[in-house]
């Protein structure tokens, strides 16, 4: 069973900055693509960025997804926060008609 684990989520100012990370529990070569995804209070899971890459436009030129092979990682920088940030990050990874889910990591964007 593959498992994903999000860290790094927490209260941030507005403009603040936060990076997120997702370890997997084998190598990220695997899967066909990996991304993260964010549910606000009241709003359905919404895609924010993946790689083989997309951004919402939402987020583009705001935040940047990364990996780090040898370390079987996934970032998500975030920069420029907004107050309509504020949700619970989760990584997602598909291996064929697969998708596989982490916890969740939450981020709140308020003064």
């Known amino acids: 069973q593959v498992q994903l684990v999000e860290s790094g989520g927490g209260l941030v100012q507005p403009g603040g900055s936060l990076r997120l990370s997702c370890a997997a529990s084998?190598?990220?070569?695997?899967?066909?693509?990996m991304g993260w995804y964010r549910q606000a209070p009241g709003k359905q899971r919404e895609l924010v960025a993946r790689?083989?890459?997309n951004y919402a436009d939402s987020v583009k030129g705001r935040f940047t997804i990364s990996r780090d092979n040898a370390e079987n990682m996934v970032y998500l920088q975030m920069s420029s926060l907004k107050p309509e940030d504020t949700a619970v990050y989760y990584c997602?990874?598909?291996?064929?008609?697969?998708?596989?889910w982490g916890k969740g990591t939450l981020v709140t964007v308020s003064s």
């Open positions: 997602n990874a598909a291996l064929g008609s697969a998708n596989y």
């Open positions: 790689i083989y890459t």
């Open positions: 084998r190598s990220i070569f695997s899967f066909n693509a």
